[in-house]
């Protein structure tokens, strides 16, 4: 079983999210930039396939500058095998589609039987990338996995639905499936496995063209005014004006 | 006295027994050689005034037990002498005619003493053998859940029981047989004891007072040889082995300060202890030198409140380990199952918090919370394995640099309004001022941290923090087991110190203050490290501050462990409270206090996760305190007043009662 695991970095929630001069990204000198939380999971929904007695081999794919290597020890310390990085040389976004093009073309040769991903980054949230790499390389694909079973060569997962409920599909290999948060308990990398890592195999692809389909033309942090309008009147007068303010000025359909 | 078939018997006996004990003691030696960090044995034996004093005082008995304690001297003190009666009497019986000082006036005090002695140390042990059959004092006995092994719960009956009637048949049968003596050559008013039961067989034929004689010598000095070999599997072996252990004690800086680990040596296979044989070697000879009293477990905050940890269990585990495996764990062989599985449970291991009473209880110098430490760093260094709840914290602290996980760029945040000048603004100070994390981030820990500064700037202090680059010092990773994260820290930390050329250093936080001054000397950097009480006792002292005493309600002090028996500062913290009492108020001690203190629960990394067994160690802490009936408990420690306003709530205490740190006490009074 091979199993490619993508690995994203993003800021941490508590460490300080400045807007920098040119308003399209992070004041990255002040970011403490972690491994995205979901991701965490996925890496253990892997390392848990291997633990079971399925021979394999965990591979983590991560894109972004110099600074997502230590996302990517931090995950061969855990015991992932080996690790691509795509260098992207800049820290600028891209879209979830040119990501999983980016992936794609590197991923492509290595014929991976599953892919696993968090269910979405913190920091933007798109929640596509790993369902549109997925379907670049006729995958099947699942989103939001409460848990994975792989028997006789396929995948069970258990997909989470809305207001409390799950489904259970079965899916043929290769599958690219993404996973949420709390579907297992991410562990907490050995000394052995964290000196270990230091030795571990890291492929690095250098990737600077990222043409984009969607760009940030501003980053702002959001105002947050209020304002509260008293409506008088009989009880008629203020239904009616009521009314009119929802569906002119909030245009509430 | 002896038959000359009699004296190659005994000559017989005593080769056999030789023989034997050699067998059993050096298999007694070889399992302590199967620990790590190998003892030198010359040194050891060099430190012998060390081994002697402990053994002549019995100073160590008095600590907790005081009574008891007097009784086991007693007991020892009479044993000593028997040592010296038993060459005698070896002498007696083996040369003919042989009598020890016969009309001579030392001779007489030496029978007078061996005479009231025997009846003193029979006395004692019937005592002791009382208190466990009968009286079955339940210090003795531990409760459950602990995890004690089935061998150890048999073994400790029966082995109290071998050596409590050896001594009283070998102390017995060397008075019956004086007895004896005195029915065949007439009344001694040095041996009153011997005279009086010699009334008994003063109507006995000649021939049956010889053989009673001669059986009584048999049965003293016989059972000594008999018992020689038994010694190693005995908890008797104490009377040599704890001396032994005092002599082969290892200096730390501080209780918790364990040495430093090379993370980056790949020789190392193991970090930590997972198995007996990963554990040094003095740590195993704290093995043979338990006597099995709980002394530890008496006063263990984690036993009281009743939670899995027993520190006497962990080292009675460890004794009959020894006991079961002794042949082939002396030979060599891997041990079989993890320390978790049989000597102390991953639940019992969590549940320490490092308080360090045990070690300052044991009357015999064992270290069970090292032990414990050392099992922590393999759970985690190791196998991963450890609370959820740490898991978090760990992680908190690698990103963010303190254990709440809040920005790092907040650390300064409770200057604010203050003018509190810092170090990259003023590049180097006499003192640097240490919030610590706690005093940054939590609010009553805040609440200090603005005291402490606001007496420095009063006191006219020449000082200057780090503010955003001070960084967690690795106390609680360090204490959990993570050596990697708290060297991680150390580094940074200490680059700072560089940086700012920091020499002195002043802290309201004694988890930072034990790390700091200890652990990190342990790496390398000798820093002047001070605790806040007595940073401002010294400056009321010297007249720099001069509080009102102004305090009119009596107050009790809560000794934080990590100050007081850690750091051994009783007097700075109870000083500095002194000064705002008016004279009307005074400081009501809990019955638990100084040495003697309860442990508010959150050393140890406890602070970060929870241990759902049994009482609330806080609680019981805090119950105390309402039990002096003063409204005010001060505190010196940022742990300790998040723990005691946590009871403080939590017994419905928060409209009558407050808690209070001293630096807040003094602040508002300058």
Request: charged share 25%; with cysteine.
């Amino acid at each position: 079983m091979k199993i490619a695991v993508l690995v994203k970095q993003v800021p941490g929630s508590e460490s300080p999210l400045n807007i920098d001069s040119s308003e399209k990204g992070l004041d990255e000198s002040q970011v403490t930039y972690i491994t995205n939380e979901s991701d965490n999971y996925a890496i253990e929904e892997a390392l848990q396939i291997c633990d079971k007695g399925e021979e394999g081999e965990v591979v983590i794919i991560s894109m972004g500058p110099e600074r997502v290597q230590k996302a990517i020890r931090e995950a061969l310390a855990k015991g992932a095998h080996r690790a691509i990085h795509i260098n992207t040389n800049s820290s600028a976004s891209s879209d979830p589609l040119v990501t999983a093009s980016a992936l794609a073309s590197i991923m492509k040769d290595e014929k991976f039987d599953l892919i696993f991903s968090g269910l979405q980054s913190d920091d933007l949230g798109f929640g596509q990338t790993g369902v549109v790499l997925g379907e670049m390389l006729e995958m099947s694909t699942a989103t939001l996995a409460m848990s994975t079973e792989v028997v006789d060569g396929k995948i069970r997962v258990k997909r989470e639905l809305e207001s409390g409920y799950f489904q259970w599909v079965t899916m043929t290999l290769p599958a690219s499936i993404s996973v949420q948060s709390g579907c297992n308990t991410p562990r907490y990398p050995s000394l052995k496995g964290i000196m270990g890592a230091k030795k571990k195999e890291i492929t690095e692809v250098q990737f600077d063209e990222i043409d984009t389909f969607q760009s940030v033309k501003r980053l702002y942090s959001p105002s947050n005014s209020k304002e509260t309008v008293m409506i008088e009147g009989s009880t008629e007068d203020i239904v009616e004006k009521l009314v009119d303010v929802l569906k002119n000025q909030i245009k509430i359909a | 006295m002896l038959t000359a078939i009699e004296r190659i018997a005994f000559i017989l006996l005593v080769i056999f027994s030789m023989g034997l004990s050699y067998v059993t003691f050096t298999r007694m030696f070889k399992i302590i050689s199967r620990g790590t960090q190998p003892l030198n044995w010359r040194l050891v034996l060099k430190n012998w005034p060390k081994g002697l004093a402990v053994f002549i005082s019995q100073k160590t008995l008095f600590k907790t037990r005081p009574v008891i304690g007097a009784v086991h001297a007693g007991v020892a003190w009479g044993f000593s002498l028997y040592l010296l009666v038993n060459v005698i009497d070896i002498m007696y019986g083996m040369i003919p005619g042989f009598k020890f000082l016969p009309n001579n006036f030392f001779g007489d005090v030496y029978r007078f003493f061996v005479d009231s002695f025997s009846i003193v140390v029979l006395l004692g042990v019937l005592f002791f053998l009382a208190r466990r059959f009968i009286l079955m004092d339940k210090r003795l006995i531990t409760n459950e859940p602990v995890m004690l092994s089935e061998t150890a719960k048999k073994g400790i009956k029966r082995d109290s029981l071998i050596v409590g009637l050896f001594i009283i048949l070998h102390v017995g049968f060397r008075f019956v047989g004086a007895s004896f003596e005195v029915a065949l050559h007439g009344s001694d008013w040095s041996q009153p004891g011997a005279t009086m039961l010699a009334s008994f067989w003063s109507s006995l034929p000649y021939e049956t007072l010889v053989f009673g004689e001669h059986f009584s010598w048999w049965m003293a000095l016989g059972l000594i040889l008999l018992f020689t070999p038994y010694f190693p599997y005995s908890k008797h072996a104490h009377l040599f082995m704890a001396p032994i252990n005092y002599m082969a004690e290892t200096k730390r800086r501080s209780m918790t300060t364990l040495e430093i680990m090379d993370l980056e040596d790949d020789n190392i296979e193991q970090f930590g202890a997972s198995k007996l044989e990963h554990l040094p070697q003095k740590e195993l000879l704290d093995g043979y030198a338990c006597i099995m009293c709980n002394r530890c477990q008496d006063i263990c905050p984690a036993y009281q409140t009743g939670k899995e940890l027993s520190p006497a269990s962990l080292e009675i585990n460890k004794r009959y380990y020894y006991n079961e495996n002794m042949k082939e764990f002396s030979s060599g062989a891997e041990s079989l199952d993890t320390l978790s599985k049989w000597m102390l449970s991953e639940e019992a291991a969590w549940s320490c918090t490092t308080c360090g009473f045990c070690l300052e209880a044991c009357p015999v110098g064992n270290e069970p919370m090292v032990d414990i430490l050392r099992m922590r760093q393999d759970l985690v260094l190791m196998e991963s394995k450890f609370p959820r709840e740490a898991m978090e914290v760990f992680d908190k602290i690698e990103n963010y640099g303190n254990p709440w996980g809040m920005s790092s760029q907040d650390r300064e945040k409770w200057t604010e309004g203050m003018d509190i000048p810092v170090m990259r603004e003023k590049g180097s100070a006499e003192y640097l001022y240490w919030a610590g994390c706690s005093g940054a981030y939590d609010d009553r820990g805040k609440d200090i941290s603005r005291s402490v500064a606001k007496i420095m700037k009063k006191a006219d202090v020449d000082f200057a923090i780090l503010g955003n680059e001070e960084t967690c010092t690795g106390d609680s990773a360090r204490r959990i087991g993570n050596e990697y994260l708290f060297q991680m820290q150390a580094d940074q930390n200490i680059q700072n110190f560089e940086k700012y050329n920091v020499k002195k250093i002043v802290t309201q936080c004694p988890h930072c203050l034990t790390t700091l001054k200890n652990d990190y000397a342990e790496i390398g950097t000798d820093l002047e490290v001070v605790h806040h009480s007595e940073f401002i006792s010294d400056l009321i002292k010297d007249g720099k501050i001069e509080p009102e005493a102004s305090l009119e309600e009596d107050v009790t002090f809560h000794d934080a462990c990590y100050v007081g028996r850690h750091h051994g500062e009783y007097d700075a913290p109870r000083d500095v409270l002194q000064s705002v009492l008016s004279e009307k108020a005074t400081i009501k001690e809990m019955p638990r206090n100084k040495q003697d203190s309860f442990c508010c629960g959150a050393g140890g990394g406890n602070m970060w996760y929870e241990i759902k067994q049994g009482k609330r160690i806080n609680v019981e802490r805090f119950e105390e305190a309402i039990e002096t009936g003063v409204k005010k408990v001060a505190t010196s420690c940022n742990f300790c007043m998040i723990m005691m306003e946590d009871g403080r709530k939590v017994t419905g205490q928060d409209e009558n009662m407050e808690v209070y740190d001293i630096a807040e006490l003094v602040a508002e009074r300058i």
